[in-house]
């Protein structure tokens, strides 16, 4: 597996990179572009059209990209962010997926039966477009197919914090209500990840008294919208940007849930989330615990590649939360990941994440720091 | 950062010359460079502090508010809390683990006259030194081990000398975690009731010991009267078959109605009287169905011809012969209610119907059912029908008589044989009397031994019908009067003896077919002389090589198993009640011979 990283401001330097780095010595056939809205999807798409390469394409609230170079900035807007793979075409398929007309649940269904069909032990990374899309259905639709045990890897797409659409892509077509999936074998591809938060619940415990899926009516018999409001002093128009720094915290069998807004139905006074929120849960409001949750993370990747080593493809989902909340610190987190891995390091900000838990199971979240290593296993064919 | 401007200025500090400008040129824009990055950073922690402030700040203010509203809420419910403990007439208490109080209310605090604050903390020994309160601690540590409840507990405490009663309930107190912390009691004082309880049981008791005093009473009066009845009875018999005009056999069958009448009432207060004291046990013997309803056919099929009333006994054919049980007292229920059939029908018929109601392993379970064209019941009369001494009405007293014991009797005999009794009936059109009645199975009827040689046995035969002699014992001279007029009005030899003593001597010096023995006699009773009896006849036997065996037939008013027993152990060999006619005399001895 080869792998090389770039980012690019402007369509015009994509262009010049791919033409400089594509040569006969590396002819990738995957690729991973993150790009904003900004730059332009359909300009992007216009480019790697060029190539043939399956593409894995998703917008974002701001693009990641470092090599180790002293010049890289590490963390991007309005740019996009590359990651050029070449492998063995059998170990790996792409497909992109319309998800119009039915539940994120029945996306993820579809997802993971493609996979299933195509390999005995799949994997997957994923990518999930549309406002209102559940993250959690997406992966409980995935491993209704697949099993708890199943990798799953991803995030779900962004527009630069603006809250109204987004969107993925392949080498074809850019969709929004959509998800874009690879399928590894993991027989062949090896798949390890870390998912770490640092969010502390902070007030009172409350009930959410009414809700469906992702959308929250009411807590406490009060509209969900008027309790954010009146709890962070903030006005209609601040939500959802700041909401999603103070997600709920769904309090479960001694397991805390982080569950953000990512949407708002003025009209109803209600409130979407990146993922279910049960009715009946208990929950709080969490917030960041200051700047030293850098810290912890740097803490957690280290620990993570000191036990598992590091591989040849690295895939960073961070929610934008996150980026808002530590700002130009978040650096070190990306700084530490690649001191420890030695490996170029691609990803975005998202509004959700999908990745795997100490016990190896993978599940939807938000405010996370979601980091994918991906290599070919040292195994004779 | 402000390292970083340190490490800057001993940098341009350091500068002297134009060579060592150059030598720095190249290091400096890349410390400027980190020191903007470090700027930058620290600028937007800034910023962002300020900001995130107000948001937190809101959180935190609310969080503030819901806690004081928290904090209110629990207040009142608190007080709410308080008040309810405080009105439950009853000592309520928490306890900690090792058994101090944490929390009791006023009705605690004022039955010791101590306020809460004198009783946190201390145990019930420091509050109740004079109880032993070791039986209540150990259930205290099971709640508080086991987390469950204990409801009900009853314990005694002391106070000043004085018991007091209570029923206790213990339930754990747990924490969030589900983990038992304490313990809540509810405790009631039950002093009063119990007061109460002991008084009532004591009174239950003496009025049972006068009730079953009262019915052992009228049980042996009942018996004693017995005797002389069967005088008149026995004695009226004989009289009936000497020679009399009209007027003196009307006379006499006055005599015999009227003694027939008693005999019954006596019957029926001796049986009552009996359940009443919780002595009457029923046989469990093997006998035939169709003898007992021969037997009930026999006594009624008179009365109900002389009546003019069609009378017939239908038992389904799957009924099994032979059954075990009480024969007599089944005899007694069919006849009590068939009479009652006859009684109350003038006209039309008087029909008893068995049949199967119900069979396991070991047991079989019958219906009988008398059904009649009689004058009926009405509801009212249906409700009263099976109580004691209630008859429906006076004018029904007056004119068919009666105890208004019978039903009560047959309605508990019935239940004693694991059954039910009822009627169905409507006033005017008849009515149906049943009960249920289970019986054990048996396929094997008990069979008495008659050891005595086929020789004899042949002799015996012959005699029976008029040539046995006959050792009579006897002690009741009527009674005697009677036997040996029937038995000697047949052609049978009779020899009285007086009594067990005078039976054994004529037994060892003269010869008998037959000895006719009563039970209860002065000098030596009928057992212990059937035993000496059987020893001499032992004796004879073994000197002479013989087998030779005298029947010995006990006569006894209503032997109980035990007593029949005792008899077979004596040596006798069957049991005739009194009085006997000698029909039934010698429709036993052939049976007994015969099997």
Redesign the interface.
């Known amino acids: 597996m080869k792998v090389k990283a770039f980012s690019a401001s402007l369509i015009h330097t994509l262009e010049q990179k791919l033409e400089e780095l594509i040569d006969d010595d590396f002819s990738p056939n995957l690729a991973f572009v993150f790009a904003s809205v900004d730059i332009g999807l359909e300009k992007v798409l216009e480019v790697l059209k060029k190539y043939p390469m399956l593409v894995f394409g998703a917008s974002t609230c701001g693009e990641i990209f470092f090599d180790g170079n002293r010049e890289t900035e590490g963390i991007y807007n309005n740019s996009v962010a590359v990651s050029l793979v070449e492998m063995n075409r059998e170990h790996f398929d792409l497909k992109l997926f319309d998800g119009k007309g039915i539940s994120s649940f029945d996306l993820g269904a579809k997802i993971g039966l493609w996979g299933k069909e195509i390999f005995d032990v799949p994997g997957f990374l994923v990518a999930v477009g549309g406002i209102g899309s559940n993250g959690q259905e997406i992966v409980e639709g995935i491993q209704k197919h697949t099993g708890r045990e199943t990798p799953i890897f991803g995030g779900l797409a962004g527009d630069d914090s603006k809250f109204e659409q987004t969107f993925v892509f392949n080498s074809k077509k850019v969709m929004t209500h959509a998800a874009v999936a690879v399928v590894f074998d993991t027989e062949k591809i090896d798949m390890k990840g870390l998912a770490t938060s640092g969010w502390v619940g902070?007030?009172?415990d409350k009930t959410v008294t009414k809700a469906k899926g992702n959308i929250v009516y009411t807590i406490d018999d009060e509209p969900a919208l008027k309790v954010y409001k009146?709890?962070?002093?903030?006005r209609d128009k601040d939500l959802p940007e700041?909401g999603v720094e103070?997600p709920l915290m769904i309090k479960k069998d001694g397991k805390e849930i982080l569950r953000a807004v990512n949407g708002v139905n003025r009209e109803e006074q209600s409130l979407v989330f990146a993922g279910t929120v049960p009715e009946g849960s208990t929950v709080t409001?969490s917030?960041s615990p200051g700047?030293e949750v850098v810290d912890h993370t740097k803490a957690d990747i280290s620990d993570f590649f000191d036990r598992y080593g590091s591989g040849s493809l690295l895939i960073l989902f961070s929610c934008m939360a996150r980026h808002k909340?530590l700002?130009?610190?978040i650096i070190e987190e990306i700084l530490t990941a690649f001191e420890k891995a030695k490996a170029p390091i691609t990803g975005f900000f998202t509004l959700g994440e999908i990745g795997m838990m100490a016990d190896k199971s993978c599940e939807f979240f938000n405010e996370t720091f979601t980091l994918v290593v991906i290599s070919e296993k040292n195994i004779k064919n | 950062m402000s390292k970083r401007l340190n490490d800057i200025l001993d940098i341009l500090n350091s500068i002297e010359s134009w060579e060592d400008f150059l030598k720095w040129k190249r290091e400096l824009p890349g410390q400027f460079n980190a020191l903007r990055k470090e700027m930058e950073a620290t600028q937007f922690k800034y910023q962002r502090s300020s900001k995130e402030k107000n948001i937190i700040y809101s959180l935190l203010n609310k969080t503030s508010q819901d806690l004081n509203h928290a904090v209110k809420t629990l207040k009142l419910q608190a007080e709410e809390l308080s008040t309810l403990l405080s009105a439950i007439p009853a000592f309520v208490y928490f306890k900690n683990m090792d058994h101090t109080y944490r929390l009791v209310n006023k009705t605690f605090e004022d039955y010791l006259g101590v306020k809460m604050e004198q009783i946190k903390g201390k145990t019930i020994r420091d509050l109740l030194p004079e109880y032993d309160s070791r039986a209540y601690e150990e259930k205290e540590n099971r709640v508080l081990e086991t987390g469950e409840p204990i409801y009900n507990l009853e314990e005694v405490i002391i106070k000043n000398k004085r018991k007091v009663w209570l029923s206790t309930n213990l339930a754990p107190v747990k924490n969030i975690n589900n983990e038992v912390i304490g313990l809540v009691g509810v405790s009631y004082n039950i002093t009063e009731r119990k007061k109460h309880e002991i008084e009532l049981k004591k009174a239950k008791e003496l009025a049972e010991e006068g009730t079953k005093a009262k019915s052992e009473f009228l049980a042996n009066v009942s018996h004693e009267i017995r005797t002389p009845m069967y005088g008149i009875i026995g004695m009226s018999e004989i009289l009936a078959q000497t020679q009399l005009n009209d007027e003196q056999r009307q006379h006499l069958q006055a005599i015999e109605n009227s003694a027939g009448s008693l005999l019954s009432l006596i019957n029926d207060v001796l049986d009552f009287s009996k359940i009443e004291a919780g002595r009457l046990d029923l046989e469990i013997i093997d006998f035939n169905l169709r003898d007992v309803l021969k037997d009930v056919e026999n006594i009624l099929i008179t009365r109900s011809d002389e009546k003019g009333l069609e009378f017939k006994i239908v038992a389904d054919d799957s009924i099994p012969e032979f059954l075990r049980g009480d024969p007599y007292r089944l005899k007694q229920i069919i006849l009590n209610l068939t009479n009652n059939a006859v009684k109350f029908t003038e006209k039309g018929h008087v029909h008893i119907f068995i049949h199967q109601d119900g069979e396991d392993e070991d047991e079989i379970t019958l219906k009988f059912e008398v059904k009649d064209t009689g004058i009926g019941i009405s509801r009212r009369g249906k409700r009263l029908l099976f109580k004691e001494f209630s008859q429906i009405d006076t004018s029904t007293t007056r004119k068919y008589g009666g105890t208004g014991l019978g039903l009560s009797i047959s309605k508990r005999l019935t239940e004693m044989m694991g059954g039910k009794i009822g009627v169905e009936s409507r006033l005017g059109k008849g009515s149906t009397f049943w009960f249920t009645a289970k019986f054990e199975k048996t396929k094997t009827p008990e069979k008495s031994l008659w050891p005595m040689e086929q020789k004899d046995k042949k002799d015996f035969l012959a005699k029976i019908e008029e040539d046995l002699s006959v050792l009579l014992v006897e002690d009741n001279l009527i009674n005697q009067k009677i036997a040996r007029f029937n038995l000697e009005k047949v052609g049978y030899k009779v020899e009285v003896a007086n009594n067990g003593k005078e039976a054994v001597a004529k037994f060892r010096n003269g010869a008998y077919d037959l000895i006719l023995m009563d039970i209860l006699m002065p000098v030596m009773n009928g057992i212990k002389a059937a035993e000496k009896i059987r020893a001499i006849e032992a004796e004879r036997n073994l000197k002479d090589n013989t087998r030779k065996h005298i029947p010995i037939v006990a006569l006894t008013a209503n032997a109980m198993k035990r007593d029949r027993e005792a008899c077979l152990a004596a040596g006798m060999d069957a049991y005739i009640s009194k009085p006997f006619k000698q029909q039934q005399l010698v429709e036993l001895l052939t049976k007994l011979i015969q099997e």
């Open positions: 902070i007030g009172s009146d709890h962070l002093n903030i700041i103070y409001f917030t700047f909340a700002g130009p610190i």
